[in-house]
């Protein structure tokens, strides 16, 4: 099951029974399956919050993702920052929502065992959000 919540903020326009089924669809192609998955989307404050307090960074971010995985089976809680996604969109030249479904997908993708800190590991992160973008029918990058 996934879910959608906010603290803080006006919950975003997405068509959630669409993003749920689009979420599955680009699980499956990685052999996962959905189990419990919880969205909160916050403002920049709540994301430096969550940030410092439970990974000791001390800087904004779009989504911190928490993974709670239990074999192939994805749970997680997902911390998305309307903030930042609006401010990325406009620096990327990128519309607010497709920004915003790159990193609704984005933490899913962490799920699936795709890293983006190491080296060449953020080119396969941004190939896969690309090929999960056009599952959605986005434009990529």
């Known amino acids: ?24 669809a680009v699980a499956a192609t990685y052999d996962r399956k959905i189990g419990e998955i919880g969205y909160m989307f916050v403002d920049d404050e709540k994301i ?14 779009d989504i911190i993702t928490f993974d709670y995985d239990e074999g192939d089976v994805l749970n997680g809680d997902l911390v998305i ?4 996604v609006r401010s990325n969109a ?16 984005h933490g899913i993708l962490h799920l699936c065992g795709i890293n983006d800190k190491g080296p060449g590991e953020r080119e396969i992160m941004e190939a896969a959000e690309n090929a999960a973008l056009k599952l959605l029918g986005k434009k990529s990058r």
């Open 90 to 105: 406009e620096m990327l030249g990128k519309s607010y929502e497709e920004e915003l479904h790159r990193v609704i997908i």
């Open 48 to 61: 430096l919050e969550v940030n410092n307090e439970y990974l000791g960074h001390d800087y904004y971010t």
């Open 81 to 84: 920052s309307l903030d930042t």
């Open 1 to 24: 099951m996934i879910t959608y919540n906010t603290d803080g903020v006006k919950m975003p326009k997405i068509k959630k029974r669409e993003t749920t089924t689009w979420i599955k």
